[in-house]
């Protein structure tokens, strides 16, 4: 399956760091972003989550709901999230159905990705990258922007 530009976005309800339970549905009305990302403590995913840490007052600043999400455990995504001081929620889709549904899925796990969706649930913008490269927070916020121009 296609995740396309336009198409309302696949539902989804994933646990947080906390085991705490995180539903797309409970954010309508305002822009939402996922960062998806192969593993985490990998060099090129730590970098990335510290990186939106470290620009997180401009994120806030959007309004956005931003969360990171892959396969990972639970348990393994709090670690991860304590380590690193990370501000953002981080879903676990341990059996890879969101995943799946986003397009975000590779031989390995999870690709390195960004969906924006707007605040009516419609998928804004979609981008994935190379592994061993990660999207740029100016590029993420300026997507956010558009979405709530939608």
Not at 29 to 57: I, N
Not at 113 to 134: E, N, Y
């Amino acid at each position: 399956m296609s995740l396309s530009l336009g198409q309302a976005a696949p539902a989804i309800e994933l646990p947080n760091q906390h085991g705490q339970m995180w539903r797309l549905s409970e954010h309508r009305g305002r822009v939402v972003v996922l960062l998806f990302y192969p593993a985490d403590e990998t060099p090129v995913c730590t970098k990335q989550m510290c990186s939106v840490r470290d620009h997180w007052s401009q994120y806030q600043q959007t309004g956005a709901e931003v969360v990171g999400l892959n396969t990972d455990a639970v348990e393994k995504h709090r670690r991860f999230a304590e380590r690193h001081e990370l501000p953002l929620p981080l879903l676990s889709d341990a059996d890879g159905h969101v995943v799946k549904a986003y397009d975000m899925k590779n031989f390995f796990g999870t690709k390195r990705g960004v969906v924006v969706i707007d605040g009516a649930g419609i998928v804004r913008f979609v981008r994935t990258v190379m592994p061993i490269f990660r999207p740029t927070d100016d590029e993420v916020i300026a997507a956010i922007g558009k979405a709530q121009q939608s």
